[in-house]
């Protein structure tokens, strides 16, 4: 039932203790990079788990700040793997990783893959970007550490995926979210029944993007799978960092290899427990690239609650969005999710949606431009301006701004090749 039992499974003393002697060891470690150094981390001294708030926060800018080598704390012969995080703007941020890392790393992909039941004899087709985007190799290495056939297709060529998933009998899929939909609306479109055309394929792993709890449950309807959410950043390795069980309630975080805190954005101070905040990361295994209090910029809730699977780690739930992807509209917080939770509910509405922030004169306006469902007639005017005003209204309702609702064909918005751009931001100021 369990890949890594003694882990999976630690009473709360001994992982208070092993995570106590990994950071010791991780601040002893990272001191030696010229980043933390700097920061004067040689001097201060971790004498128990609460310490860890002693430590500086570290963020995205400083691993920028960092490029290319001031974040290294082991020799340059010791590292074997470069990734960088897919973030397209400025300078690039890269994590390095030792032998023992990828090793490491390997393990708790491994360990979430068989959490939900992937064996050896499972044929996994991973959908998702390979090369510098960690989402590629992480999974892949995990598959066939647990002896998987893996098929790197990589993203793209919906055609082509759907004859390897058929040919070779693929029992289990990595997948971006936005990609699954499209993957659904391309076998809507050739007309062919997915459970009969796919009848070895169990499982779905969703991961690298946010999305909501009908989301999921479209992707498991149409296919007739179940689907199981993968939360994971490059600067912690990648995916293998939180990840469901089956219970799909929340996503176990690996405490054993993490150590996390949820803090206020704004003062960065611990939130009251089960409150929403954004979560912090300390790695607690890495070797050639320690990183200190990560402020991961995700907003989600920490749980303590006992899982029935009889793994003890916390859970983190769904993520509600990212701080940084907030739209800010006339004094309005909104995030991407709420749009598409409500969306999602309206009969009628296809499977992919964008907004687009212009400003108009001194004001902002929003666009949410939405494909409507195959099934819809592009004719008939009437039931088209229904839904849009249904739409509208339901937005409304929930972001508390009226949109512009633009309808389109099933296909009408581009699918990206990774991540959705579900927010376009062209205003001006
Ligand atoms: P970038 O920060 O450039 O997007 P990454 O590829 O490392 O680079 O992406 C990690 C981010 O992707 C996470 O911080 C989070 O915002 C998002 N993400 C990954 N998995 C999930 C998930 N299951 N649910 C929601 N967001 C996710
Ligand atoms: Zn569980």
Redesign the pocket.
Known sequence: MYWDERNECIGPEDLARLQFARLRETVRRAARSPFYRAKGLGEIEVRDLSDVRKLPFTTKDDLREAYPFGMLSCPLDDVVRLHS???TTGTPTVVYHSKKDIDRWTDLVARCLYMIGVRKGDVFQNMIGYGL??GGLGLHYGAERLGCLTIPTGPGNTKRQLKFMKDFGVSVIHVIPSYALHLADEVEKLGIDPRREFPSFKYAL??????TEETRRKVEEFFGIQAY???????MN?PGVAFECPEKNGMHIWEDAFLVEVVDPVTLEPVAPGMQGELVITTLEREAMPILRYR???LTTLSDEPCPCGRTHRRIS??AG?SDDMIILKGVNIFPMQIEAVLIGIPGVGRNYQVILESRGHNDHITVKVEIDAHLSIDDYRSLEELRKRIVRELRDEILVTPEVVLTEPGGIPVAQG?AVRVVDNRTT
Do not use: C, V
């Open positions: 995080s897919s973030g985007f960690t969703l991961g690298a993007e946010p999305h959410n993968s939360y994971g950043l490059s600067e990648g991961t910029k995700d769904r993520i990212r991540k």
